[in-house]
């Protein structure tokens, strides 16, 4: 009988376990993959493509925008907040995963443009 007890308990604790393990990577958000919107500037916005990778809490990638293709450089992922830069241009890039929409903010300093932050999204790409 205590073989019996013993074998279920350590079932169940198995069963717990790798349900515990399975809902925490489900809370996790899905974010490599191809995502579309419009990056703003002051003065028009471009519609652009943005490719990311996660590794671990490393972000990278590609934008496509404007006939070219830029790096993701500089990129982090924490949670749901994501940060990165495009390349060279001006900007610091922030987000939060919701679900297949990324919540964005573009923040400028200085430069051609001047000091602003301006908002947009990024939508999953249904592939």
């Known amino acids: 009988m205590t073989k019996k007890l013993m074998m279920a308990a350590?079932?169940?604790?198995?069963?717990?376990?790798?349900g515990i393990a399975t809902a925490h990577v489900?809370?996790?958000?899905?974010?490599?993959?191809?995502?579309?919107?419009q990056i703003p500037r002051p003065n028009r916005s471009y519609d652009s493509v943005f490719e990311f990778k996660v590794d671990?809490?490393?972000?990278?990638g590609k934008v496509y925008a404007l006939d070219t293709e830029f790096e993701i450089v500089s990129g982090k992922v924490k949670g749901e907040t994501i940060s990165f830069r495009i390349g060279t241009t001006?900007?610091?890039y922030t987000g939060k995963v919701l679900g297949d929409q990324i919540d964005c903010e573009v923040s400028l300093?200085?430069?051609?443009?001047?000091?602003?932050?301006?908002s947009f999204k990024l939508t999953r790409v249904k592939e």
Request: proline share 3%.
């Open 26 to 37: 489900a809370d996790e958000p899905k974010i490599d993959g191809k995502w579309s919107g």
């Open 10 to 18: 350590t079932l169940l604790f198995a069963i717990v376990s790798v």
């Open 56 to 60: 671990g809490e490393k972000l990278t």
């Open 109 to 118: 300093s200085g430069g051609e443009f001047g000091s602003r932050k301006m």
């Open 90 to 92: 001006q900007g610091n």
